[in-house]
Structure formats: structure tokens, C-alpha cells
């Protein structure tokens, strides 16, 4: 199947693999074939970072599917960096302008960070419900991009949030399963 990665400078290239090939053999395809070092590579697929040991099928890569591929951890996905990523010194901001689709009602126009956590959405919301200029659900909501539930800890641009994208508000709460470590 092939698969399509994007760098973090928006180099684009698509890579025939294995329907079972783990994430370590990808690496190494994509060592082979553009030269990225396997140690500096980190994949991302829908927010999350791809371990090593796990396979397409596990985090169910399909032909097409588009993957994140940067060189260096990114900051959302460091455990040592305190400092916020907006904040962070020699970090380029790049704005979004994306549109916020509650369940009814108009769209809302919104100016985001792409470096910033979802969550910034709900902030923003929430002075716009205080303003009455918005009505949010009452029993709670969450977002979802791309038919997908979006994980209000990472960034945007972790869910690949594009200039001119629309996210959707549902209402209810999403509870996350744990596996149990044997």
C-alpha cells in the first residue's frame, strides 16, 4: 500500500510499504530512499506518535493514509519542555484561520496558533458563550476534524489543522479506554 508523508517544511513524498511493515521498517525505508537518519525520524498519524514496535495495522494505516514525518521530536511531544510552545523563544508562529462548526448555529470564524493545544478552542468559546454571542452545549462537548475525535492536548498542527479548515463541535463527552500493561 502506499502511504504519504509530509515533512515539517511541507515536503511531500509517498512510500510503498508492507501491509503489516512495522513503523522501524518504514524508517528505514524512508532512510533508504531520502536519507533521513531512522534515530531522527518521528512519525505522527492522527496525533499520535508512532512507537517503533507497532505495525500499520495496529494504528490502522490504510493506502493513502497521510502521516506526519518530523526529524526532530516535536515540542508538543517533549516531556522535559515546561515552557509552553507559543511561548517558546525561535519558535515561528504560524496562524491559522480555521471556522468552528457548532451542532446549530453559524459558523465562527477563529485565528489560531498552529504550535497551540485544541484545548485554546474551548478557552476562546467560553468568552464568546459569556459574551452571548454562542451557545454551547450544556452537558458538555468535544471537537472533532476529519471524522475524528480530536485530543484537546495536542496541537493543531499534530492533527494536521490546515489554513481554511472547519471543526466540528459534538455534543457529549468522550471517555478513553486503558489497556491493561502485562
Known sequence: MDLIFETAEGRVFTLEVWFFATVLEMKEAIQKRHGFPVPRQHLIFQGKLLEDDRNTEFYGLLHGSRLRLFLEL?????????????????????RLRIMVQPKFGRKIAMEVNALENVREIRKELTKLQDKQKVILPADGYFFIFRQNVMDEDLSFQCHDVRHGDTIEIFSGTVIIGTRDKI
Do not use: I
Open 74 to 94: 516535536p515540542p508538543e511531544f517533549r516531556q522535559d519542555e515546561p515552557v509552553s510552545v507559543a511561548q517558546s523563544p525561535g519558535q515561528p508562529m504560524q
